[in-house]
Nanobody
Framework: QVQLVESGGGLVQAGGSLRLSCVLS????????MGWYRQAPGKQREFVAG???????GSSDFVKGRFTIFRDVAKNTLDLQMNSLNPEDTAVYYC????????????????WGKGTLVTVSS
């Protein structure tokens, strides 16, 4: 089992920045891929950015150039630096991890945190 706990969400003005952090614990050595997802009100959950233990990184087009994902193996953390935020980025952000890596970032993973709310005001 793997546990994930997110932090760093909050209220920010458009154009501002936030850094989300996810701490992984438990059987972290079993994890092959981890990532950030988000779900806005009334919308489906979507992939934001991910990191596989092979070194592969990925992110959705809507965050490229604005969001950066960081992995600290020693601290077992996965951070998401978010810059140039806009109101469309308002959502609950979830950290997720999976023991299987199929070469593409999946729509779903096996382990999930409870999420952290990011609200961007205009």
């Amino acid at each position: 089992q793997v546990q994930l706990v997110e932090s760093g969400g909050g209220l920010v003005q458009a154009g501002g920045s936030l850094r989300l952090s996810c701490v992984l614990s438990g059987d972290v050595f079993s994890i092959k891929v981890m990532g950030w997802y988000r779900q806005a009100p009334g919308k489906q959950r979507e992939f934001v950015a991910g990191f596989a233990t092979t070194g592969t990184k990925g992110s959705s087009d809507f965050v490229k150039g604005r969001f950066t994902i960081f992995r600290d193996v020693a601290k077992n953390t996965l951070d998401l630096q978010m810059n140039s935020l806009n109101p469309e980025d308002t959502a609950v952000y979830y950290c997720a991890a999976d023991p299987k890596w199929a070469g593409v970032f999946p729509r779903d993973m096996n382990y999930w945190g409870k999420g952290t709310l990011v609200t961007v005001s205009s």
